[in-house]
């Protein structure tokens, strides 16, 4: 590089000269633009903005002018190389666009290619539906209790106010536990029903008792479409100063309405439970044919059988005797309870045809209902 | 109890238009539960008339008799000339009059009659039967009526062929309703309309000149009514209303007395009995059975007899078994078979209904007149009842009834109850009222009297009525559940699910998020699932909680793990062609106690005792609630993206984890070994930080897998989930994140093949101490690199300090130690060391 030289006139220096910059400027922008990938970008790149290109070469020369000289000659450069490389960033920016709509293109897949490669898994639909209906009674402040499947006779029957000649004992057909000798004077069955664990949370705590009981239950039936030997309640038990059969009425509509939805009609037929006095059956209007098949031969009901209703399941007032066994003091306490039939309300609520369908653990049956209900 | 609705007329005056269904709805809403409403005859068309038959030409040459017929059915063809009918029953005769439907009616079926050519002649009609009437199966023969009946009658209505009957499932408590008589009461107060009440019949006073009669157990039979009548003709039939009622009622016709007894009993609910007095021998007593003695009873069953069962006994020895079913020496004889009964006694009884339950359960006698005894019958009918099969019998049999009238009663106390008059009220939560509440009572028959506090007798035919809230249920009965209102109880603040129930909930929910479908198996198992699972004869799990009456003699047992079920639940499905399996069950199962013991019955008036209620508990078997998971097939399937994965013992243990995860808890797995896993790869469940023992996993033993038919590599696992959880709820601290970089060192251990991974890694974490974050496997391997009998494990260590910036010396440093005591503990070699 020379040195600085007074006598040394930039128009006399050839690379210096006006429409020698302009023409490598133009070249510079020219070739930017002719670049149709950016590896002939970087190329053209090298060529025009290089060490070894003529704008650098010129800008090298600037600093031998003299000084009056060198302020036009940087602003000639400065403005060219301006200009060169706006083109640059210009196409740079072009070709990457075009790059990645490219790739992009490129790298599309058949989303709708099936992934099933994490085993999907289910709940049987009775827990989940146990569980919907104990979460309705939880909120409304009820303790979820539960009891032993193999239960005394005297908390399934006896406490119940079944005694040993009771007439309705005989209508459960009850599965007997052998005793030690072998006999089947063991005092010991598979309960009948969730009531027994009503009687273990009286004698367990004092009132007011708000608690709901889901669980197993057994009978002596042979599996068929509508029975199965081990099926599946949940009862509920409030037993506090003042329960009456109203808030057994109202608790129970709270409880379709969450459940089933609201705008059905409830039937509350008196009936007999030697646990309940007064007792009820509760029928709910069926809810895909709201009564219509009712002698309709033409619009028969697959749900409720054309008969409009259908069994939710039996309630009533507590018997006092019961309280007196459980060491409650009637004169001061009353309650109510109620007992559902789960696989019934599945049947109805989900339209399952066939009950051995809930029993026999067949995947395919299962997974559809998921984690919830 | 199935009521004809024209049989319920009669004592009700039900609306003229009022339909079956309309009935069984009121009925329903006052606690009956009306099943069916059947529709007798609703697909019958006529003409359907009374013919007799003038001539009977005998076909021969087929394959069965063949008759062929000229009717006179009268009128009713239009034209009175004798109908010309083919017919292949035999049972009737010239001269008989016989049921003819003629061409253009419908029989029920529907089965359309018309006019045909039949073995050579023209069959213009049917001579029919009771079966093709739809009067009842049990007759295959043509009804022939009684002579009095002119051809061409109207057999629709002379057979009471279209009627509606209610089929009632009554309930233990209103045996009274297992009568014509309690029903029209309760469809008469249904509908606001008077009773006509077929016990107020005119009886003749009790006297001394009655057939003898002695009750030695007066507890047993409270009251004994007998009355006798003479000159009976035996060849006396019912007539066709009163068959026809029986059979609508479900009762077969059999003779004329014993069907009148049967019509009684229906009509007033009250059971009777009818002895051949020609067979019994001296005077009647009542009286427990003797050791030894037997009965041969009607069904010609001979019968031991228990010393508690209650008899009928005259001279001979027993003659009844009370209240149950009478005895076949002394049965009404049949005319067809030799001379028939001519004097006949009619008992009218009262016995204590546990009594009739015990010997009816006992002798497995379930009969028309023990299932209402042990329901409850009215003392106070036996009476009217006796009078009434007496009259019936004189009027259609032709009989005399006999002066003497034997009635032994016992003293009845009069019950009364003492009711709060506002206790229906309190019961419900509505306002009845006094004037309601005595209204009500008094129509179910009660005597009420008081004002606030009522003293109220109950009739005679409700023994169900013993205390207030008996008669609160009444009220608010009668008044409908319907129009009680509906509120909601003040329930106090709740505590939500316990920790338990949480626990429960999550497992399923894990398990179910990881791919497990769950399935819900019945206890029920026998010793071939044991033998299926290998279990040594002194295995545990062998004894069991065992049933009296099992569904299934092979399966008498209650499950002591969940793996038969689920692994039954498994082959289920793939026998439906379902193959890549992870299921899932959680449930109890029941562990006899050491002490076994009886559980006792403590009274029921109190509230038992404490030591009462653990001696029920004590005799309860342990019922701790487990979770098991099967898995057979791909446990991560195949497809375009590449191979999947076979289920192994590894995904067993993984699902062990995955509960323990779920309930908080975190499991140590040891090398184990218990039926029915693969003795080499197994997995013992621990918690960790204890010794405590909650399950296993792993892959099924070969022979297990073939026994059961499963596809080979199944894998299973079990845990006890109380046991798992058993510590409690642990509380997480919540860790300080450090911010500083890690330093992460790999090493690569050689070790014998025999030495558990798990203790490898354990040995690593206590050497590498505090700056150690985590540490993960990432190779196994074995080949000749590493030497026979020996395998290479490589750990990722990761090491962070919560205050500085590791140095490179420190993680080396602590990587060292981390090697030092492994090598220490478990022998292990730095590979490439
Ligand atoms: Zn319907």
Redesign the pocket.
């Known amino acids: 590089m020379s040195a600085p030289n007074k006598s040394y006139d930039p128009v006399e220096v050839e690379a210096l000269k006006p429409e020698v910059v302009e023409q490598a400027r133009d070249e510079a922008v020219a070739a930017f633009a002719a670049a149709t990938t950016l590896d002939e970008l970087k190329q053209a790149k090298v060529a025009h903005t290089g060490d070894r290109s003529a704008l650098s070469l010129a800008n090298r020369e600037i600093g031998a002018l003299p000084p009056h000289a060198k302020a036009a000659a940087g602003k000639l450069i400065g403005q060219a190389r301006g200009a060169v490389n706006q083109a640059l960033a210009k196409r740079q920016g072009e070709l990457e666009a075009e790059r990645d709509a490219r790739v992009l293109v490129e790298e599309a897949v058949d989303v709708t290619l099936p992934y099933d490669r994490t085993p999907r898994g289910a709940r049987h639909p009775l827990t989940t539906l146990a569980e919907r209906i104990e979460d309705t009674f939880v909120a409304m402040g009820y303790q979820v209790a539960e009891g032993p499947e193999v239960e005394a006779e005297w908390l399934n029957f006896d406490a119940l106010n079944l005694g040993p000649d009771h007439p309705a004992r005989s209508m459960q057909d009850t599965f007997f536990v052998q005793a030690p000798d072998g006999s089947a004077d063991s005092g010991v069955v598979l309960r009948t029903q969730t009531s027994p664990v009503q009687a273990r949370t009286l004698l367990d705590r004092e009132p007011p008792v708000y608690v709901v009981c889901p669980g197993r239950v057994y009978r002596t039936d042979e599996l068929d479409a509508t029975h199965t030997p081990v099926f599946r309640q949940v009862e509920g038990l409030a037993v506090d100063e003042g329960i009456t059969f109203a808030d057994l009425k109202g608790t129970i509509e709270v409880l379709v309405e969450k459940l089933i939805g609201g705008g059905l009609e409830l039937r509350w037929r008196p009936s007999y439970f030697p646990f309940t006095e007064p007792s009820a059956e509760i029928d709910l209007q ?8 009712v002698g309709n031969p033409d619009r028969p ?8 209703w ?1 069994e939710l399941g039996g309630c009533g007032v507590v018997n006092p005797r019961v309280l007196v066994a459980c060491g409650v003091d009637p004169n001061r306490y009353s309650g109510f309870a109620f007992g559902l039939g789960l696989e019934r309300i599945l049947m109805n609520r989900h339209n399952v045809a066939d009950m051995r369908d809930m029993v026999e653990g067949d995947v395919r049956f299962t997974l559809p209902f998921g984690m919830e209900i | 109890m199935r009521v004809p609705l024209s049989w319920l007329r009669e004592y009700v005056d039900l609306p003229a238009g009022e339909t079956g269904r309309d009935v069984a709805e009121r009925l329903v809403r006052a606690g009956l539960e009306v099943e069916t409403v059947e529709q007798l005859g609703a697909d019958l068309k006529g003409p359907l008339v009374v013919g007799e038959v003038l001539s009977i030409e005998e076909l021969s040459g087929f394959k069965k008799p063949i008759r062929h017929c000229f009717v006179n059915v009268g009128g009713a063809n239009g034209t009175g000339e004798p109908q010309e009918i083919v017919c292949g029953a035999t049972n009737f005769a010239v001269g008989d009059k016989v049921v003819v439907v003629l061409p253009g009616a419908v029989l029920p079926g529907p089965f359309p009659i018309s006019a045909r050519k039949t073995y050579g002649h023209t069959s213009a009609g049917m001579i029919c039967s009771a079966r093709e009437l739809g009067m009842g199966d049990d007759h295959n023969g043509i009804i022939v009526l009684p002579p009095e009946y002119e051809p061409g009658t109207d057999a629709i209505e002379l057979l009471q062929l279209v009627d509606e009957v209610l089929d009632i499932a009554v309930t233990p408590d209103r045996g009274y309703c297992l009568s014509m008589r309690g029903v029209a009461r309760e469809a008469a107060t249904a509908y606001g309309l008077p009773l006509a009440d077929p016990a107020l019949l005119d009886v003749p006073p009790a006297n001394s000149f009655g057939y003898l009669v002695k009750v030695d157990d007066p507890a047993g039979c409270d009251r004994f009514v007998a009355r006798t009548v003479v000159g009976v003709d035996p060849n006396a039939k019912s007539p066709i209303w009163l068959q026809r009622r029986l059979q609508k009622a479900g009762i077969r016709p059999i003779s004329l007395a014993v069907d009148i007894t049967n019509y009684v009993m229906l009509e007033v609910g009250q059971p009777l009995h009818a002895y051949d007095k020609q067979r019994v021998d001296g005077p009647i007593t009542v009286r427990r059975a003797a050791e030894g003695e037997t009965l041969t009873t009607l069904d010609g069953v001979e019968r031991k007899l228990a010393a508690e069962d209650l008899l009928i006994c005259d001279n001979s020895g027993p003659i009844g078994l009370a209240g149950v079913m009478g005895g076949a020496s002394t049965e009404i004889l049949d005319p067809a078979a030799g001379p028939g009964t001519t004097e006949v006694i009619i008992e009218a009884a009262h016995f204590d209904p546990v009594s009739v339950a015990r010997t009816a359960k006992r002798h497995k006698l379930p009969s028309e007149a023990s299932k209402r005894f042990e329901r409850g019958v009215d003392p106070e009918a036996a009476r009217a009842a006796a009078q009434r099969a007496v009259d019936l019998l004189v009027l259609i049999a032709g009989g005399t009834a006999e002066a003497g009238v034997t009635d032994i009663a016992a003293p009845h106390p009069v019950r009364t109850i003492t009711i709060a008059a506002d206790l229906p009220d309190r019961v419900a939560g509505t306002a009845y009222g006094r004037e309601t509440v005595t209204r009500r009572l008094q129509e179910i028959g009660c005597s009420v009297a008081g004002a606030d506090v009522l003293e109220v007798t109950p009739p005679t035919w409700r023994p169900d009525l013993t205390d207030p809230y008996d008669l609160a249920e009444e009220v608010i009965r009668l008044e409908g559940y319907d129009n009680v209102p509906a509120r909601m109880p003040n329930v106090p603040p709740g505590k939500g699910l316990t920790e338990a129930q949480r626990i429960h909930r999550r497992i399923g929910v894990a398990l179910a998020g990881a791919g497990y479908v769950e399935v819900n198996n019945y206890p029920f198992l026998g010793e071939a699932a044991f033998e299926a699972l290998g279990l040594e004869p002194d295995d545990r799990r062998r004894r069991t909680v065992k049933l009296v009456n099992p569904l299934n003699d092979e399966e008498p047992s209650l499950r002591t793990t969940l793996l038969p079920g689920l692994l039954g639940a498994l082959r289920r499905n793939i026998g439906r062609g379902n193959t890549d399996l992870a299921i899932y069950e959680t449930g109890t199962v029941f562990l006899p106690k050491d002490e076994l013991s009886v559980a006792p019955r403590p009274a029921v008036d109190h509230r038992p005792s404490d030591e009462e209620l653990a001696a029920l508990d004590a005799a309860l078997p342990d019922q701790p609630r487990r979770v098991a998971v099967a898995l057979a097939g791909e446990r991560l399937p195949s497809g375009w993206w590449g191979k999947g994965d076979q289920a192994s013992w590894a995904d067993a243990v993984e699902a062990a984890r995955t509960v323990a995860r779920a309930a908080g808890v975190e499991l140590t797995v040891r090398q184990g070994q218990r039926a029915p896993w693969h003795p080499g790869r197994c997995a013992e469940l621990v918690v960790a930080g204890t010794d405590r023992v909650v399950g296993h996993a792993g892959e099924l033993h070969p022979r297990v897998v073939k026994a059961l038919g499963l596809p080979a590599r199944t894998a299973a696992m079990e845990v006890d989930i109380d046991l798992l959880t058993a510590d409690g709820p642990q509380k997480v601290n919540g860790p300080a994140v450090s911010g500083f970089p890690v330093a992460t060192q790999d090493v690569a251990l050689i070790v014998d093949a025999a030495v558990p991974a798990a203790e490898v890694e354990a040995a690593l974490r206590s050497g590498a101490g505090e700056l150690l974050e985590a540490i993960r496997l990432f190779d196994v391997f074995t080949g000749e690199q590493v030497g026979e009998g020996k395998k290479s494990l490589a750990y990722a260590l990761r090491f962070r300090a919560a205050d500085r910036t590791l140095t490179a010396d420190e993680a080396t440093a602590a990587r060292e130690a981390a090697v030092a005591e492994a090598v220490s503990r478990t022998g292990a070699v730095l590979r490439g060391a």
């Not at chain 1, 069926?286 to 098949?293: D, I, K, L, Q, Y």
């Not at chain 1, 009901?301 to 409009?308: A, F, H, I, K, Q």
Request: aromatic residues 6%; proline residues 0%.
């Open positions: 069926c809810f895909v044919c709201r009564g219509e098949s009901c697959r749900t409720c059988s054309s008969e409009g259908i």
